[in-house]
């Protein structure tokens, strides 16, 4: 029998890659790198293989009349038209869970690094600066507040490391989640004017674009920290620069950015920021568990079983 066709919306893992070679006819990114080619494959092409940073659009979509299955190789899913999929009966899975303890560890990792100045004390070293005295003193992290923006797999994740640093922690999301036992603000700014670093964990898209602007970091204040490991979306980034630069807050942990791989000038020549390249999942281990998934998913969908993880708006 021959192999399906499937399109690859965006260059992907070479480990998700790997298995998409082996089962299906590639199409590597033809609808970006040579439109002839794109038109005359089309007709044939029955799923889309995506990261979370993957482009799906709506027109996209449309240009595909035998798609039947969207696989995103990652949790975050906000590239994707999911309703236009939706419109056509197009199943859309992605990779929750497996890379939880990976983001989680990251997110506290920036923490540590920025309030602890971990990247410039190893310039520090590095640089023959120790024999000259020490290093200026940094800020504690045990014990502090930290807020959660967005309390779901990944924040609850966060906030069980954030325990065993003795952190009062509290929350905010859309919902409130008693079962918990922290304490829920309404919104992000009620729960920046009370965290000393207020970390962000919501999926990205509409829902939380710049839920994070001028009045929540003002909230945060001059002794808060921002650490963004959701989406660069959910930042206000001007609005970010402009905080970091005037003092307005102390500093920030990044690892992703509203226009990646693109980090703006100024955020790079800040010294109160750590700045890391979207590598949240980023472990062979977790990489591997989320190739796995993602093509577990397509290759379910082909054998005609239930995916193993849809998107909530296909289950
Ligand atoms: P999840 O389980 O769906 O949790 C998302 C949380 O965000 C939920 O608590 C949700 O609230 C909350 N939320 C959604 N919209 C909100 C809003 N407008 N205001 C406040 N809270 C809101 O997702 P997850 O698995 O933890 O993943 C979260 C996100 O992390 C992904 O979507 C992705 O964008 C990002 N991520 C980044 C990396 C990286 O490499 N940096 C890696 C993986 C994931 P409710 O529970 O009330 O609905
Ligand atoms: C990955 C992510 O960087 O899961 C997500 O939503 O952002 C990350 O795990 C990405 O999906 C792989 O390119």
Not at 15 to 37: F, G, I, N, S, W
Not at 61 to 68: H, N, V
Request: glycine fraction near 8%; proline fraction near 7%.
């Amino acid at each position: 029998m021959s192999k399906p066709e499937i399109l690859t919306a965006s260059p992907l893992s070479p480990l998700y890659m790997a298995h998409l070679k082996e089962a299906y006819v590639v199409h590597e990114r033809l609808h970006d790198t040579d439109p002839a080619a794109f038109a005359q494959a089309a007709p044939r092409i029955r799923a889309i293989a995506a990261s979370g940073e993957s482009k799906v659009p709506r027109e996209l979509i449309a240009s595909l009349p035998a798609l039947e299955m969207i696989s995103v190789f990652g949790v975050g899913y906000d590239g994707v038209d999911v309703a236009a999929a939706q419109e056509r009966k197009i199943p859309v899975s992605h990779t929750p869970d497996v890379l939880n303890d990976e983001v989680a560890d990251l997110a506290i990792a920036l923490m540590l690094a920025v309030a602890r100045r971990i990247p410039q004390a190893d310039q520090y070293v590095r640089g023959g600066r120790w024999p000259g005295g020490p290093m200026p003193l940094a800020t504690r992290v045990s014990g502090a507040r930290l807020g959660i923006v967005g309390l779901g797999r990944i924040g609850q994740a966060i906030a069980k490391r954030a325990q065993a640093f003795g952190m009062a922690i509290a929350y905010t999301s859309r919902t409130e989640k008693a079962a918990s036992g922290l304490r829920y603000f309404p919104n992000a700014e009620a729960l920046a004017a009370e965290s000393d670093f207020l970390v962000l964990i919501t999926p990205g898209g509409a829902g939380t674009r710049k839920l994070v602007n001028a009045q929540v970091l003002k909230a945060l204040g001059p002794q808060g920290y921002l650490v963004n490991v959701a989406r660069g979306s959910v930042v206000d980034e001007a609005a970010l620069i402009e905080a970091l630069q005037g003092g307005m807050i102390a500093g920030a942990g990044l690892d992703v950015f509203e226009n990646e791989p693109n980090v703006p000038e100024a955020l790079r020549n800040m010294d109160n920021v750590v700045l890391t390249p979207h590598i949240g999942s980023a472990t062979k281990q977790t990489r591997q568990a989320m190739a796995d998934l993602a093509a577990g998913n397509l290759a379910n969908h082909f054998a005609g079983k239930p995916l193993l993880s849809p998107v909530p708006e296909c289950r």
